[in-house]
C-alpha cells in the first residue's frame, strides 16, 4: 500500500489544485479506460475476422476455437489480477495493463498463422477484455457510493455512444490502411491515452488524499474519514463469505450467461442479420443503433439502480433480454431488427445499472477487485464458450434458429431466479 502512503494529505499534484470533489475526474477516466478495451472486444475483434480468414488462410472452425481457447484461458487469471488491484493499488495495476495491452495489439498486428492468432487472442482478451475492463468498470464504485448508479448511468452513456462507432472507426482503418496497421494505431491509442493518465491523473481511492466517499463535505475531517474507513472494513465481505451468498451465485450466473449470449450473437451478427435480409453495412450499422438505445437505458438504469431494489432491476433486465433474444427467430425480418434493439437497449442498460453497484453495495469496497476478479473470470469464459456452442448449433440444425431458443428460455428461468438475488447477510469470516 505505498501508494496511499505517497499520496496522502493530498500531496498529489492535481488532487491539490482542484476546487471540487476529485471523483468528477475519476468519472472520464473510467469512460476512457472502458473504451480503450475495445482492441479486445468482440464487436471491435469480429470486423477483423474477415482478414484473418483470408491473410491467415484459416477456416472459420479455426478461428472459433483459437477464439474460444484463447478467451478461456484468458480469464482464469482475472481473480488473481483482481487480487493484486486490492494489494498493489489500482493504479500501478492501470500502468501496468495499459502497457502490456498495448503491446498486445502491436503483436496482434504481426501475426502469421493460426498459433500466433491463438495468443493474439489470449493477449487482447486477457488484458482488454479482462484486466483494463475490470478496472475502468470498477474505478466509479471506489469514489462513489449514493449516487453511484446515477452516476455510471450517465458515464455509460458516452461510453455506450463512442463504442458504438468502433466497428465503423475499425472498418474504416482497415480499409484505409490495412488490418496489420489498423492494430499498431489501435495500440498506439490505448498507449497514448491510458498511459499518461495513469501516471500522471488517476487515483485509486479518495483516502489516498485525503477525501471520502461521494465528497461530503461534512465528513473531510480526520475523525469521520477514519469512520468512514472503519464502516467500510465492518461492512465488506471477504472473497470467501461472498461465495457463500445466495446473491453472489445468482448475479455471476446471470453475468456469465448474458456474457456468453451477448458474445456469441455479436460473433455472428452479420450472417444472423443478413440471414434477415439486411446488407453487411446494415448488419454492422446493428451495433450503433443498438449503442444508442443502450446509451438511453444507462441513464434510467443507473438512475433506477439509486432508486429500487437492485434484484427488482435485474429481474426487469434479464427479462428484457428474453423478449430481445426471443425477437431473433420469433419475429418477421421487417420487425425483428427494431424489435431486438428495444428489448436488448433496455436489458444491457438495466444490467449496467445493477452490475455497476452491486458488487460495492452488496459486498463493500475492501475485496471489491478480487470479488469482481472471480466474477470476470465467470463472465469471460462463458464469453469464450458462447460462440462455439453457437457455431456447433449453426452447423446442427443449418440456422441459428435452435440456440437463440434455448437462450430465450434460459433468460426467463434466471429472470425468475434474480428474485432472490436479496442483498446478503453477514455470515462470520472463514479463516
Not at 489480477?81 to 500501478?92: E, V
Not at 487515483?203 to 489516498?208: L, N
Not at 461521494?214 to 463469505?241: A, T, V
Not at 431488427?337 to 436489458?347: D, E, L, P, S
Request: charged content about 10%; overall charge positive.
Amino acid at each position: 500500500m505505498s501508494e496511499t502512503i505517497q499520496l496522502k494529505n493530498t500531496d498529489h499534484w492535481l488532487a491539490k489544485r482542484v476546487p471540487f470533489f476529485y471523483g468528477w475526474l475519476i468519472t472520464p477516466i473510467s469512460i476512457l479506460a472502458i473504451v480503450t478495451t475495445s482492441p479486445g472486444q468482440t464487436l471491435m475483434i469480429s470486423v477483423f475476422n474477415p482478414r484473418f480468414l483470408s491473410d491467415l488462410n484459416i477456416s472459420l472452425s479455426q478461428l472459433s476455437w483459437a477464439y474460444m481457447v484463447g478467451t478461456l484461458l484468458a480469464s482464469l487469471p482475472q481473480s488473481y489480477l483482481g487480487d493484486w488491484m486490492d494489494k498493489i493499488g489500482w493504479r500501478k495495476m492501470l500502468i501496468i495493463v495499459s502497457i502490456l495491452f498495448s503491446l498486445a495489439c502491436f503483436y496482434t498486428s504481426l501475426v502469421q498463422n493460426l498459433l500466433m492468432l491463438f495468443f493474439a487472442f489470449l493477449f487482447l482478451r486477457m488484458l482488454g477484455q479482462g484486466a483494463l475492463n475490470l478496472i475502468g468498470s470498477n474505478m466509479l464504485a471506489m469514489w462513489f457510493k449514493e449516487r453511484l448508479g446515477t452516476i455510471a448511468g450517465v458515464s455509460g452513456v458516452l461510453v455506450s455512444l463512442l463504442i458504438g462507432v468502433v466497428p465503423l472507426g475499425a472498418l474504416a482503418l482497415i480499409n484505409q490502411f490495412g488490418w496489420r496497421k489498423a492494430y499498431i494505431i489501435s495500440g498506439g491509442i490505448v498507449l497514448a491515452v491510458m498511459l499518461p493518465i495513469a501516471i500522471f491523473v488517476y487515483i485509486s481511492r479518495p483516502e489516498d488524499i485525503g477525501e471520502v466517499v461521494d465528497g461530503n463535505n461534512e465528513k473531510n475531517s480526520k475523525e469521520m474519514e477514519e469512520l468512514e474507513e472503519l464502516e467500510n472494513s465492518r461492512n465488506s465481505f471477504s472473497l470467501k463469505e461472498a461465495i457463500r451468498t445466495r446473491s453472489f451465485w445468482i448475479l455471476t450466473l446471470i453475468a456469465s450467461f448474458w456474457a456468453a449470449v451477448a458474445t456469441a450473437i455479436t460473433f455472428n451478427i452479420l450472417p444472423i442479420f443478413t440471414g434477415k435480409g439486411l446488407t453487411d453495412l446494415q448488419a454492422a450499422a446493428t451495433f450503433t443503433y443498438l449503442s444508442i438505445a443502450v446509451a438511453i437505458t444507462r441513464v434510467v438504469g443507473g438512475y433506477l439502480a439509486d432508486k429500487i431494489s437492485l434484484h427488482i432491476l435485474t429481474v426487469l433486465a434479464v427479462f428484457s433480454y428474453a423478449l430481445g433474444t426471443g425477437a431473433l427467430f420469433i419475429l418477421p425480418n421487417s420487425s425483428v431488427v427494431i424489435t431486438y434493439i428495444i428489448f436488448t437497449g433496455i436489458a444491457q442498460g438495466f444490467l449496467s445499472g445493477v452490475f455497476s453497484t452491486v458488487w460495492v453495495r452488496y459486498f463493500g469496497r475492501k475485496n471489491l477487485g478480487k470479488i469482481n476478479g472471480v466474477v470476470w473470470t465467470a463472465t469471460a469464459a462463458s464469453s469464450s464458450v458462447g460462440p462455439l456452442l453457437m457455431g456447433i448449433s449453426f452447423d446442427h440444425f443449418g440456422d441459428y434458429q435452435f440456440s437463440l431458443m434455448i437462450g430465450a428460455i434460459i433468460f426467463l428461468v434466471l429472470a425468475i431466479s434474480g428474485f432472490w438475488a436479496t442483498p446478503p447477510k453477514r455470515f462470520p469470516e472463514i479463516a
